[in-house]
């Protein structure tokens, strides 16, 4: 009810003034505004280079989307923020790569300490799927430790103290991470294909990646499965029980810890999958948790408890950063990427403070 | 036995507010206001200069800062490397003299020549100008509260290395992108520039450290400090009780950033004579400052200085045991200490969410029933 | 408390009232019309929470807001001091039209409030929390709250003076220096009223003080209510459910059921309300 209370200010009466507005005026307006544009922009759909960076931002927001997701599913369960989510894409790729690669785990440490010279347990490593089980299990015994020692013994902190509690895990994970499997870039192969799609380049004439594209696919089910299993399942129900009220889902018989591991687990599942995309795009290296940094505008813009929300934040926000960078961003400089999300989250809030799907805040005395 | 407030009655309002109500507590921090001014100055050398002493002032300003958004006034921001930024290139922009040319219409301009400033006036400017930066950026505040406005405050944070890096006018159109603070004096004393003595730039830095952080701890106590800790606890009811949630949001991230501001100046210009954005001003200074205020204390001043302390020493110590004493490789040291920085932030925030300070602040409670605990 | 012994109380009091008022002891002035609410209607999305609802406050008095849960009376109490935005009818307030203020323009105009639950400032000392009823009155700039020594200092000590009035009025010296977060409840209860005290409103909001209180502390609740009306002839109005009390201090009760009103007048006249009674009787509302 933020409308209700207080005087309007400018921006509310905006905001105001286009909330009275009927739906079909709504739509009209949006509808006019998007005739202005493609108006404007009337040369571009027929210019093969405006569809390219089109689709190549549609592709890089399905990955925004991927990270994204791993914040709403925890969110969701247990109103923490986690901004360590892409600290654990990170971590679960280097997990993967070790694996992979046979290291032993800490060797740079105990050759330290012992005066050792460990540093592979096996010539070949692991095969890939042995890899990807072992690093699943990784993750989930990691997800059973966070709930244990950080979450339990924060139970009812305001939800800043969680926050910045995810900061000091993103800090853990980077420095456990760096220290188990050494800090150089490395490079992560699951078999996914590589390079350009020659059948596009001869239908179309556009250049796109064919393993964005199949991000993009591996993305779509992924959301499919996660939809089903929190809609249909009893655990999906549970889950949902918890994140709508923490004491009346205890009180009937739901257990918290559990929830939490589950769903810290399947955030650590989907950190896996964001890590093996984008550790296959750009190599492993300490860059790739950055990538929760371009996820954050996505759920402010999508709303931080809605799947569909983060899915459509991030289709926005790739398509609107790669058109804004291509058509825009020469002019002022260029490397515009970096804040673009940010500005036009913050500029949205402006307007919609819970963003596109979010709950509406209800405020009470 | 050591440290007793019996036998000290208050027999005024003044007595009682003010600062160190005991006297023990009074005597102490002047003895090392003391020896900061009078006795360190003679002891400094370059390396507790560059490496300890320097970093530790500038930071404990910036803690300071940051303490009062998001300790005072519970606004969590993750900008202040952004806000660093803004107060070194003003404080460049100051030091080098500006030419503003704003056009007027009709071909004519409006034209402001200055010279290059004193180096302690454009301190002062470097976070005067922070200050406006922070209250535009501050503005977000008035609708969106917690993690939705800290996430908002990345926005400075990469809109405002960003536009260092590409607007050359704010880095006088280097080649190499850089800004480089040339020699400025101080009543004939060098404070800038690679000439400098240790501790003329030391006591530079000391001297605004000691007034502004007085300045924030008489802010904190009285009217306005009353309202950013009312908008922290409870902001609904803060407004019905008469506090203008916007006047008071936007003076705390003013005043925030002010502070920030200076520190950033002084890290430029006088910690490490220059700077480029996207290594001095990358998003881990922001983290590092909030890491200050969480582990030394939120909504405490002295916690600020005991945070800006630790942060600054645990890599000097790490260094100084792993690689110096153990002869560890150095990354090694630095994997640790970012898992101990973690780790501490973690076990703070479960057992001592008021930090170090407070620990203190236990510490003394026992102290003053001992050695008879009842 | 069974009921007949609610009514045989309230006789009693009543008798000693009418007692007090015979003998010159009550001399309280009721004055003219200090607040007036006039055909509120206040929606939330398609539930309206109060459906046209007028009365008015009169200085000097205890006015209780009485009803059933989900009457409408805090959202009253809301509309009162500006955090709920009525869509119709109008405020009047000390003889004037109120425009579409924000609650804090509304808290300088004179009225504070104590909340439901509790809304107190968790992380500050009681000395603090009442010192920020006093946060209006305060003028000193930034410039000066920097230097404090000098027209700073001097205007919390001013303020400091009138606060401890307080304190010692309702008693709670000792708690002074303790972070409110750790008292009991019914002391975080007093806390607030010295909070809204502080303030020296001309129109104090009680939402329910004595909720979950037990008898003793609502005995003490009571005579500092009182005690504010008649030391500082505060206009009071209260939200209540032990109609004993409610009965017992006010000196008008105004009844809300379902959002709209159903009663106005004195206590006695009240309770002979037939409507009043199939209220809260719980009579069928077809």
């Not at chain 1, 209700?4 to 009927?22: D, E, F, H, K």
Request: with cysteine; proline share 4%; hydrophobic share 55%.
């Amino acid at each position: 009810m933020t409308d209700v209370t207080g005087a309007p200010s400018p921006v509310s009466r905006i905001a105001a003034a286009v909330n009275a507005l009927s739906t079909p005026a709504k739509a009209l307006i949006g509808v006019a505004i998007v005739a202005v544009a493609f108006g404007f922009g009337s040369g571009l759909m027929l210019d093969v280079f405006f569809w390219e960076v089109f689709i190549t931002g549609l592709l890089a927001g399905v990955m925004y989307a991927l990270v994204a997701l791993g914040f709403v599913l925890i969110f969701k369960a247990s109103g923490i923020f986690n901004f360590a989510q892409g600290v654990l894409a990170l971590f679960a790729a280097l997990t993967l790569v070790g694996f992979q690669t046979g290291q032993i785990p800490f060797a740079h440490l105990i050759n330290a300490i012992f005066g050792t010279k460990v540093h592979h347990f096996s010539d070949t490593g692991l095969p890939d799927v042995f890899a990807i089980l072992a690093t699943l299990l990784v993750m989930i015994a990691l997800a059973w430790a966070v709930v244990h020692y950080i979450f339990q013994p924060l139970v009812n902190q305001p939800p800043i103290i969680l926050f910045m509690a995810t900061i000091g895990l993103a800090f853990v994970l980077e420095g456990t991470g760096d220290l188990m499997w050494g800090a150089n870039v490395k490079v992560l192969d699951v078999g996914l294909p590589q390079g350009p799609s020659d059948t596009i380049i001869d239908a179309t004439g556009m250049f796109l990646d064919k393993l964005e594209l199949s991000a993009a696919v591996v993305a779509v089910v992924l959301v499919t499965v996660l939809t089903l299993f929190s809609q249909y399942t009893k655990m999906g129900r549970a889950l949902r029980a918890v994140a709508d009220d923490h004491q009346a889902a205890l009180s009937v018989g739901i257990s918290l810890q559990t929830i939490w591991w589950i769903v810290w687990s399947v955030a650590g599942i989907v950190a896996l999958v964001a890590g093996m995309m984008w550790g296959a795009k750009s190599g492993v290296q300490f860059s790739l948790s950055l990538i929760a940094l371009k996820a954050l505008p996505v759920l402010m813009l999508g709303g931080f408890t809605s799947i569909p929300g983060a899915i459509v934040g991030g289709l926005i926000i790739g398509v609107g950063e790669k058109l804004f960078e291509f058509y825009i961003g020469p002019s002022i400089g260029g490397a515009t990427e970096n804040w673009f999300a940010y500005m036009l989250a913050l500029l949205f809030l402006l307007f919609r403070p819970q963003g596109l799907f979010g709950e509406k805040i209800i405020e009470r005395v | 036995m050591f440290y007793r407030e019996a036998g000290e009655f208050k027999t005024s309002y003044a007595a009682d507010h003010a600062t160190f109500p005991i006297g023990f507590d009074f005597w102490r921090f002047w003895v090392v206001v003391g020896i900061a001014f009078l006795v360190v100055p003679f002891l400094i050398n370059d390396y507790w200069e560059k490496a300890i002493l320097l970093p530790f002032l500038i930071y404990a300003l910036a803690a300071i800062g940051l303490n009062i958004l998001t300790g005072y006034c519970g606004q969590v921001s993750l900008g202040t490397g952004g806000f660093l930024a803004v107060g070194a290139y003003a404080c460049y922009k100051f030091m080098t003299g500006m030419d503003i040319h704003i056009p007027i219409g009709g071909g004519e301009y409006w034209s402001l020549i200055l010279p290059p400033l004193n180096i302690a006036l454009c301190v002062l400017l470097g976070g005067l100008t922070t200050a406006f930066v922070g209250v535009l950026f501050g503005l977000p505040s008035l609708r969106i509260k917690g993690f939705y406005l800290a996430v908002a405050t990345l926005a400075a944070q990469f809109f405002l290395v960003w536009l260092f890096n590409k607007w050359e006018w704010t880095y006088n159109y280097s080649a190499t992108g850089q800004i480089t603070a040339g020699e400025r004096d101080l009543f004939g004393i060098l404070i800038t520039g690679p000439n400098t003595e240790p501790w003329a730039t030391y006591l530079f830095c000391l001297t605004f450290l000691f007034i502004f952080g007085w300045a924030a701890r008489n802010l904190v106590r009285g009217r306005i400090g009353r309202q950013w800790m009312a908008i922290r606890d409870m902001d609904i009811a803060a407004e019905i009780i008469g506090v203008n949630p916007m006047a008071a949001k936007l003076s705390a991230f003013a005043v925030s950033s002010f502070y920030i501001g200076m520190a950033g100046a002084l890290y430029f210009a006088v910690w490490n004579g220059a700077a480029e954005p996207t290594e001095s001003f990358a998003i881990d200074k922001s983290f590092d400052v909030l890491f200050m205020i969480i582990i030394g204390g939120l909504g405490s001043i002295t916690g600020s200085l005991i945070g800006a302390a630790f942060i600054v020493l645990l890599p000097v110590v790490f260094k100084n045991l792993f690689v110096g004493v153990l002869g560890w490789p150095t990354d090694i040291a630095e994997h640790l200490q970012i898992m101990t920085v973690g780790l501490l932030i973690i076990l703070f925030l479960i057992k001592e969410p008021h930090g170090i300070a407070s620990l203190w602040g236990t510490m003394k409670e026992k102290l003053r029933l001992w050695p008879f605990p009842y | 408390m069974k009921h007949a012994d609610v009514a045989e109380a309230a006789a009693d009091d009543r008798a000693y009232a009418h007692a007090e008022i015979d003998h010159g002891l009550n001399t309280r002035p009721i004055g003219d019309t200090l607040m007036e609410m006039r055909d509120i209607v206040l929606r939330f999305g398609g539930v309206t929470a109060i459906k046209g609802v007028s009365f008015d406050i009169k200085e000097g008095e205890i006015r209780a807001i009485i009803g059933p849960n989900g009457a409408g009376k805090s959202s009253m109490l809301n509309v009162i001091n500006g955090f709920y935005h009525p869509q119709e009818g109008e405020v009047w307030f000390r003889g004037k039209k109120r425009g579409p203020l924000k609650p804090h323009q509304i808290a300088r105009l004179g009225i504070a409030r104590t909340f439901q639950n509790i809304a107190l400032f968790k992380g500050m000392t009681t000395l603090d929390n009442i010192m920020t009823g006093r946060l209006t009155a305060m003028k000193r700039n930034l410039f000066w709250q920097a230097l404090w020594a000098g027209p700073a200092e001097q205007e919390e000590i001013e303020h400091r003076a009138a606060v401890e009035k307080i304190i010692d009025f309702l008693e709670i010296q000792h708690i002074r220096k303790i972070p409110v977060g750790r008292l009991p409840y019914g002391l975080q209860k007093r806390v607030e009223l010295g909070r809204a005290l502080a303030a020296e409103p001309r129109l104090l909001l009680l939402d329910e003080p004595m909720a979950g209180m037990n008898v003793e502390e609502k005995e003490d609740m009571c005579r500092f209510i009182l005690d504010v009306n008649d030391e500082f002839q505060t206009t009071i109005a209260l939200i209540e459910h032990d109609m004993g009390v409610v009965m017992d201090i006010a000196d008008r009760v105004v009844v809300l059921d379902y959002g709209a009103k159903i009663g106005d007048g004195t206590p006695d006249a009240v309770r002979q309300n037939q409507q009043v009674i199939d209220a809260y009787l719980g009579v069928s509302h077809d």
